[in-house]
């Protein structure tokens, strides 16, 4: 072996296999280079990981009499230039891994990828699935002659060709013929017998060598490529992400390495900066206003940071959404409205010398069988990034199940975009699930992102078929790295914002992870008129379009805006919990023309302000003596702002709630005003114990200088103690992701 491609000299170098001067030289060259030490270091990781599954083996490699069977297999004797036939139907199970790492790393790995392969060859039984074979009892040969491939899998073919690359990698000769077959497409997808199996093989796609040059299989009709147990090695068009070229599938679905994605490809998330409320003064500013936001992403995609044992960035944590992502058991209006209005107060626990303050919404319920019938238009990102396991195949099992909430007067329509866009469904019935099915079950991901093209194509669509007293929507599922179209959030934003004040809202559902663009699809839900979920699991799938489907689907109030005025005969300043990025100024809560949050069926909003008395409030900071007016001592503020707490009104505070219906222009407003109690903590209510466990959470990974007093442990504690009845489990298992924020946050 004579390497001159440098990466292929890299793998040369960790394996031991250069001549002295060449080591010296690649050493040279690394000694200053993070990166390329990185890499060697994770051929030798591979190398070892391989060594230790061979080192159980104990079935002999292939002998030369079965090499030659090999060759002498249909397809072996064409001339070179044409397509070689597998003299068997497919690979799976590590003999896709030793075939894959064996034509990547050449002679480094051959002797002991024979072995392997020779080891674990799969055999179709009699229905054309896999059986995995134990070849000390049945020679190969034999079972060469009894897998001849009948003419209706004439098709199965393997292009393979030599990396494009000047070095001397004459390939073994029981696949010198396949050595020679020309290239035929983009993308290999690894079909495997075992998800166990796919660490190792995300793994030595992610030391670059193999997805670099990854290829094989047959275009499908929306750009992508399928061919299980297809491979060929050439470099990809340049222009394509390494990751794009490989997908790895179990018994033939898509599935997510139990390693975590983010170790297979950079890490391009992005999340919008977050800047935590601070303290203001009542006297100075009594009115604090803000659009309710009924979002839930934030939470989702915080358990999955945690559940793969990492801390979120702060910037991922939006409290509000936390508090929001679980049910509460406020009360439902009673009467033609459409929320109730609950207040609640305690002690606070992360600084007992502060009260809490708890403001709740409760959404009507809609009967089902009397709900507005559903025009809607699923927007489905088919772009490359979306082919990982946790992205398309899981849109896909996410739509089956909305579908199947909708009734036969519902219409359902389906808009895919990657370099281009298209209509894939026209509208049709709800209660036709079998199309609907269909139409989702045939996506495949392939190509750029043309999302702006997308989005424009599906607000057409749901303007053609508009329903004056329905529910019109467009359902957009991405992972929001879009990259040609419409680019700009702005202008994203100003076209969505657009189309909802034409009555067409937007519910947007985030997928994937490594390139999760939070920051954009948090922007464009909230022009928008509608709401924002990440889905990280069928159970996240199942809890956002099943089980509160209608809350997702069904606004019941647009617009919604609280304005709170503070008492400051009871306290000296507050701050709101959470909502940085909703909040809006107090001329904003009467002009109708300003847009704020939604409110779905059923749907709990849930906000806190922290409340500090007269006397607990910290020192104010030095001020300059003013230059051009005197400065005004305590006895000179005027009388207006001389505050007797003996002659003063008890309440602490009001909530001022402005929304419009739905199909309306003009809001209407509601005042509850509100007299606390400074109980102790331990006897508010469980809900508000619970919701309060979760905002000090929130306040500690975004590392809030006010719960410095405070950890994780006692936020369990909280929590734990105020679980109450917890049917779903989503309670039990926010307590469980504490516990794994606990450990990570540990010293």
Known sequence: MNPSNPDIKLTAYALGELSEDERLAVEARIQNQPALQAEVDQIRALAAQLETELAGESAPALTDAQRQAILAAPGAGHDRGRLARF???????FAAVAAVVTLVFGGAFWTATRSLHGTLLAQIDEKGEMAVMD???QQLDELLEELSPPDELADLVIPITPPDVEMDMTPPPDIQEFAAAPVMS???????????????????????????????????????????????????????????????????????????????RPNTESYAPIEGNAFQSILEEPLSTFSIDVDTASYANIRRFLQSGTLPPPDAVRIEEMINYFPYTYEPPREDVPFAVHVESAACPWNPAHALVKIGLKGK???????????????????????????????????????????????????VYASATGLVLPPTPGSHLAAIHAAID???????????????????????????????????????????????????????????????????????????KDDRL??????????????????????????????????????????IEFNPARFASYRLVGYENRLLAKEDFNDDKKDAGELGAGHTVTAFYELVPHGAEPP??????????????????????????????????????????????????????????????????????????????????????????????QVVDWTAAAAGPDPEGYRREFIDLLKNAAVLDSP
Request: with cysteine.
């Open 522 to 563: 948090e922007t464009l839900s909230n022009k928008g008129n509608g709401n924002y979920a990440y889905i990280d699991t069928f159970s996240e799938a199942r809890k956002t379009l099943a089980e509160q489907a209608a809350g997702t689907l069904f606004t019941i109030a647009k617009d919604v805006k609280l304005q």
């Open 620 to 713: 104010a900071p030095a001020v300059d003596p003013l230059k051009y007016q005197p400065q005004l001592t305590a006895e000179d503020q005027p009388a207006a702002l001389t505050i007797d707490p003996d002659n003063a009104s008890p309440e602490w505070l009001t909530v001022k709630l402005r929304c419009k219906l739905p199909d309306q222009d003009t809001s209407t407003k509601i005042e509850v005003p509100f007299t606390g109690t400074f109980s102790d903590f331990s006897e508010a209510s469980a809900d508000f114990r619970f919701a309060a466990g979760v905002a000090a959470a929130g306040y500690l990974m975004r590392h809030d200088a006010a719960v410095n007093s405070i950890g994780f442990q």
């Open 135 to 137: 070849y000390e009892e």
């Open 87 to 93: 003299p068997w139907r497919k690979i799976s199970g």
């Open 442 to 516: 045939n996506l495949q991901a392939g190509g750029s992102t043309a999302g702006g093209a997308g989005i424009r194509l599906a607000y057409d669509q749901a303007r053609e078929t508009f329903l004056k007293d329905g529910n019109n929507r467009v359902i957009l599922c991405t992972d929001g790295d879009f990259n040609v179209g419409i680019t700009d959030s702005d202008e994203l934003a100003s076209f969505i914002a657009d189309r909802a004040r034409q009555g067409i809202f937007l519910t947007i559902l985030g997928f994937g992870m490594g390139n999760y």
């Open 365 to 415: 319920e809609l009967d089902a069988e009397n709900r507005p019938p559903c025009n809607l238009v699923f927007l489905i990102d088919v772009s490359g990034s979306m082919s990982p396991g946790n992205k398309l195949p899981l849109v896909k099992k996410a739509l089956r199940l909305l579908a199947r909430q909708l009734t036969e007067n519902d219409r359902v329509s389906i808009v």
């Open 186 to 264: 983009e993308i290999v997808e690894l079909n495997l017998a075992s998800e166990a199996h796919s660490p190792l093989i995300l793994n030595t796609l992610s030391s670059g060598s193999l997805a670099n040059r990854a290829g094989g299989g047959r275009r499908s009709s929306l750009g992508g490529y399928r061919g299980v147990g297809k491979m060929a090695c050439a470099p990809p068009p340049s222009s394509r992400k390494r990751e794009e070229n490989i997908r790895v599938l179990v018994n033939g679905v898509a599935v997510v390495s139990p390693i975590d994605e983010m170790t297979v």
